[in-house]
């Protein structure tokens, strides 16, 4: 098994840039994540979806969206991006939401 | 509100030095608290969860235990290989969904 995969590594967008950060696990996981990590600060979740074709927002969505039309995909988008979305991405899955996660790699996103 | 604090913020250690971490959460009616390792430019990656207090869990060098308002990791004897940072998380019946990270302990343990 994979496990979670991400793309991409990093990327470097300009001010007003769209993007997707692709997110993928093979563990045929219902629920999955997207968190947000910032230095000093703990992962700030953004969305979160509980199974195909149902997503809900988490404690920091301004700026994005998700879709989820199959149970291994969740790309994030990011539609006219900000400084502020400078960060590193986390995606994660779970068999169900009092279970543990299971973490990507990250994508480091640069905004200048 | 749900909060959760860690601490120490960064911790040296000699090899075989013991310590613990500390995660302390104020989340009414707790559904799980997880301990991750995080290591720099990963993900973090799962060491154990604690659903009642009185609960422990093993793994190696590491002992997680929980009460009704704190857990510990007990790092007994540390290697070099278990410096990384460790991350505690909560999810209450409040939460929803929602897991509420701490901003983690830094370990580093000098050879």
């Known amino acids: 098994n994979a496990g979670v995969t991400q793309t991409p590594k990093f990327r470097i967008l300009k001010i007003g840039q769209s993007m997707t950060l692709q997110c993928t696990q093979d563990?045929?996981?219902?629920?999955m994540y997207w968190y947000r990590q910032d230095p000093g600060m703990g992962l700030k979740l953004i969305y979160y979806?509980?199974?195909?074709?149902?997503?809900d927002k988490g404690e920091v969505p301004n700026g994005y969206n998700v879709s989820r039309s199959t149970t291994e995909d969740f790309p994030l988008r990011l539609e006219l991006a900000a400084p502020s979305q400078t960060s590193v991405y986390f995606c994660?899955?779970?068999?169900?939401?009092?279970?543990?996660?299971?973490f990507g790699p990250g994508t480091r996103l640069t905004v200048t | 509100e749900d909060q959760v604090t860690q601490s120490p913020e960064a911790l040296r250690l000699q090899e075989g030095e013991s310590s613990s971490l500390n995660c302390s959460y104020t989340?009414?009616?707790?559904?799980?608290l997880f301990w991750y390792r995080q290591d720099p430019g990963k993900g973090p990656e799962f060491l154990f969860t604690?659903?009642?207090a009185g609960e422990e869990k093993e793994k190696e060098r590491l002992k997680a235990t929980l009460t009704k308002k704190e857990s510990f990791l007990h790092i007994t004897a540390p290697k070099p290989e278990d410096s990384a940072t460790y991350l505690c998380?909560?999810?209450?019946?409040?939460?929803?969904?929602?897991?509420?990270f701490g901003t983690g302990t830094s370990l580093t343990v000098i050879p």
């Open positions: 604690l659903y009642s």
């Open positions: 563990m045929n996981h219902n629920y």
């Open positions: 979806s509980v199974g195909a074709g149902i997503t």
């Open positions: 998380a909560v999810q209450g019946p409040n939460t929803g969904n929602q897991f509420y």
């Open positions: 994660a899955s779970s068999t169900n939401r009092v279970r543990e996660q299971y």
């Open positions: 989340v009414s009616g707790l559904r799980g």
